[in-house]
Structures are given as structure tokens and as C-alpha cells.
């Protein structure tokens, strides 16, 4: 079961630096999207594998059911020559 | 070619137990030898400069080691781990100053801790908790990093310092059962 409470709190300390997290939840786990606003710090966001770690409790489930999708997936995805 | 994957986690496979241990606080500051490690956030160079200055003029400690780490989102590698460990008998470590390096910096006291050198974590109060849910991961919820009013990297030179005079005390009680 998912701690809305901790979850707003991450929400809050990411949009700290510029970023926003969205959960969708799925069949056997949980889609996790996080954009960014124009500018923000690249480096401030933590590693996917970090988040994951972090999100675990949070959303009470294991890393391996969290799917995260970083704004720089979504660029890759969008110009994928680039 | 690398020569080996870095875990952002900071975790590894062959380490120590993932359980919360915590140094064994030195008895006095005085002659102490004090570990610097910035991670590369604005001002924090500078922040940690300031507070060692002020160990070694207020409590009589010796700044022996300042090393940068080589990235701000990563907690520290095994050999400067190692290496400041060496030189060290307490280490303050900073600044978490976003998410990444707030997380990475907690990471860091906590395999200081592990590495018997007691570790005072400078973070902003806007990453409380990112760093939180680091020491989490870590197995140490309860993990003691030292709160401080964000941001710090806009402080210009006359702010750091009496930033720095605000946290030297603080920092001094983290690492030291004599300074509490």
C-alpha cells in the first residue's frame, strides 16, 4: 500500500529542483514520470536506480515493479538520432 | 574501458553488512585530525573551509585532508573513501544542496561511519528528505545529518562564513561526545 504522505514529500523536495513526479499505477506495479522545468539542474536529479531504491517503501512494492521514465528518456524517445 | 560500474546507491555486494553503525565519537576535538570532503555544489568548497578554520581555531582540531569528489550525484569511491579515512579521525562532508547530492552526501557519512570515522553530513532543509530516504536505503533511518537553511550556493563570501559559524558547533557535537 502507497504512503500518499511520503509521497507528496518526495513530489515536494524533487520540485525543489525543478522537477515534478507523476504516478500512474499499473497491473503489477507502478509507472513513475518525472519532467522537468525548462532549466532545471540535470545533475541534481538522483540516478534512476537511487529513486527506484527510494520509491520502494514508498510505494510498497520492489524496485523491479517501478517503471521510472526520466525527461531524458522522453528526449531520447523524441530524437532518437540525436 | 571501464574498469568497473559505480552503484549510484552507494550499496555493494561485498561490503560491509547494510546496517546502521555509527563511529565511535572522538573523545576531544583538540588535535583531532579533520577530513574535508566537498562534493563539488556551489559554495560548498568554501562552506567547508570556513567550518574547518573555525574546529581548528575554536576546538583545537587540524585540518589534515580536503578532497572534491569526482561527481556531485555519486557517493564517494572506495579509494578516496579509503584515503580521507586515512587522514582523518572525523570528517564533515557537504553540501546537499539538491536532490542528487543530498542523497550522495548522506550516502557518504554513513560509509565514513562504517569506516570508523565518525561524519557530521552538511544538507539543505528542502533535500531533508531526499537525504532521509538515502539512509534509508542504506538500512540507517535514523542516520544524524546536520540541517541547514537552503540554498547555500547563492550565500556570497561574508554569509558562508557566518553560515559556517552557525553549523561549527553543531558539527562539533556530531562528531564529538565532548563538544555535546
Do not use: W
Not at chain 2, 49 to 73: D, F
Not at chain 2, 162 to 172: I, K, M, N, T, Y
Amino acid at each position: 500500500m502507497r504512503d500518499e504522505a511520503r509521497l507528496e514529500q518526495m513530489r515536494s523536495t524533487l520540485a525543489a529542483d525543478g522537477y515534478h513526479l507523476s504516478v500512474t499505477e499499473h497491473d503489477s506495479g507502478y509507472d513513475v514520470r518525472i519532467t522537468a522545468d525548462p532549466g532545471a539542474c540535470a545533475d541534481c536529479l538522483v540516478p534512476k536506480k537511487v529513486l527506484a531504491s527510494m520509491l520502494e517503501p514508498i510505494l510498497g512494492v520492489g524496485a523491479d515493479a517501478i517503471r521510472l521514465t526520466y525527461p531524458s528518456d522522453v528526449e531520447a524517445a523524441e530524437n532518437p538520432t540525436a | 574501458m571501464f574498469d568497473r560500474i559505480l552503484d549510484p546507491t552507494g550499496l555493494t555486494s561485498t561490503g560491509p553488512a547494510n546496517v546502521a553503525t555509527a563511529a565511535r565519537r572522538v573523545p576531544t576535538l583538540k588535535g583531532a585530525r579533520v577530513g574535508l570532503l566537498n562534493n563539488t555544489k556551489q559554495n560548498a568548497k568554501e562552506l567547508l573551509a570556513e567550518i574547518g578554520k573555525l574546529l581548528e581555531s575554536r576546538y583545537g582540531a587540524t585540518v589534515t585532508i580536503q578532497r572534491t569528489k569526482p561527481h556531485v550525484a555519486f557517493p564517494v569511491d572506495e579509494p578516496q573513501l579509503k584515503e580521507v579515512a586515512a587522514a582523518s579521525d572525523v570528517v564533515v562532508v557537504g553540501v546537499g544542496d539538491c536532490g542528487s547530492c543530498s542523497a550522495s552526501a548522506t550516502a557518504d557519512g554513513i560509509l565514513f561511519e562504517r569506516e570508523g570515522i565518525p561524519a557530521a553530513v552538511i544538507v539543505t532543509e528542502a533535500f531533508e528528505v531526499t537525504a532521509r530516504a538515502m539512509a534509508e536505503v542504506h538500512g540507517d533511518k535514523d542516520f544524524e545529518f546536520l540541517l541547514t537553511p537552503h540554498p547555500v550556493a547563492v550565500l556570497n563570501q561574508e554569509q558562508i562564513a557566518q553560515r559556517a559559524a552557525d553549523l561549527v558547533d553543531v558539527v562539533a557535537q556530531r562528531v564529538c561526545e565532548a563538544a555535546k
